[in-house]
């Protein structure tokens, strides 16, 4: 064989194992039905909750009395992978526009960003034009995402911290946060969105500007959302909830000492009576039929769900595992309690 072969050869060896490398660490991480024990079913002959949370992937959340409406983030476009790293990203009006109307928002009072990354705060703009009822609420970085799109300032309310706001029937407070850990894809934690920021744009344009978690009271329930796997220490320690919202996306990736003071400070601290993970999916992917767990390359997702549902267990904490953008109640009693060892992962 000649070496203009050979080099050929290895050549195209090396292309061949880098694309294999690459389809798998592109690949879920898990699959979802290992924890159909804890996934939530929706059924048709039940009564509809009066008030009910509805669950879109990442922190997209849609709080609903049945009069009005609360949406945390609003992240429905979900660009693929290759849009997102190859090109500019914006909003999929059609795609937004069809969940508008599947799910009546024209209701929504106010749309609460917790912070600026793409996979939060992308359809802000085109969710504020259609939405021109409902308040845009957010840090300043947030706020100039929706200025680049001419959105009014009569609409626009930034962030005030501890302060609470009310919006019908709902009490909202923002509470100061802390991010995920930084990654190489998104090292910006801090930096601020300075000027108004005209879509389409490249992802890394969405600074992260701070970020908030929220806290949503609806007469005598109160939820909390966290949308981020970081914690400011004795932040929670004067709350406590009835639904945690926990985000847990890079959870497996984190230090044992990371992921025990993450839930000490979050879970343990608010004794929720139902903790509901958050922020596990691949948001490159669409949200029907199912949402899947995040890729390899990303986390470990069964990792980082089995770790907090051992924690719940101890707590005698319920877990739901929300799929789909179904209702699910936030006022009724649940099922007795699941062990981990109902399935195979104890």
């Not at 945390?72 to 937004?96: E, N, Q």
């Not at 920021?197 to 908030?212: A, C, I």
């Not at 230090?255 to 003071?261: L, P």
């Amino acid at each position: 064989m000649g070496k203009r072969k050979i080099w050929a050869y290895c050549i195209l060896s090396i292309i061949v194992s880098l694309s294999l490398a690459l389809l798998y660490l592109v690949q879920p991480s898990g699959q979802l039905k290992t924890f159909q024990p804890w996934i939530y079913q929706a059924h048709q002959d039940h009564k509809m909750p009066h008030y009910q949370v509805k669950f879109f992937g990442v922190s997209t959340l849609l709080f609903d009395d049945g009069k009005q409406q609360v949406l945390v983030d609003g992240f429905f476009s979900r660009p693929s992978l290759a849009t997102t790293f190859l090109k500019k990203i914006d909003s999929d009006a059609s795609k937004v526009d069809q969940i508008i109307q599947s799910h009546n928002l024209k209701r929504t009072q106010a749309i609460l960003v917790t912070h600026s990354h793409y996979d939060h705060a992308l359809d802000v703009p085109f969710l504020a034009h259609q939405l021109s009822q409902a308040k845009i609420v957010g840090s300043n970085s947030t706020l100039n995402i929706a200025r680049g799109a001419n959105i009014p300032e009569t609409q626009l309310q930034r962030v005030q911290a501890w302060q609470p706001m009310k919006f019908g029937a709902f009490t909202v407070t923002a509470i100061p946060s802390q991010h995920t850990p930084p990654t190489v894809v998104n090292n910006d934690l801090g930096e601020e969105i300075t000027t108004p920021l005209t879509l389409p744009t490249r992802f890394p344009s969405f600074k992260e500007g701070g970020s908030f978690d929220y806290l949503i009271q609806h007469g005598e329930h109160v939820s909390l959302v966290k949308a981020s796997t970081g914690a400011i220490p004795k932040q929670f320690q004067h709350l406590k909830v009835d639904t945690l919202f926990l985000g847990i996306a890079q959870l497996s990736k984190q230090s044992e000492q990371f992921q025990q003071n993450y839930l000490k400070e979050t879970l343990a601290t608010l004794q929720p009576k139902t903790v509901i993970p958050i922020h596990w999916d691949n948001f490159f992917t669409p949200i029907e039929p199912e949402l899947e767990f995040l890729p390899r390359f990303a986390d470990n997702t069964p990792k980082s769900l089995n770790r907090l549902i051992q924690a719940a267990e101890q707590q005698h904490v319920q877990v739901v595992l929300l799929s789909q953008p179904v209702s699910f109640g936030l006022k009724h009693e649940l099922l007795s309690k699941i062990s981990l060892c109902d399935t195979q992962l104890c």
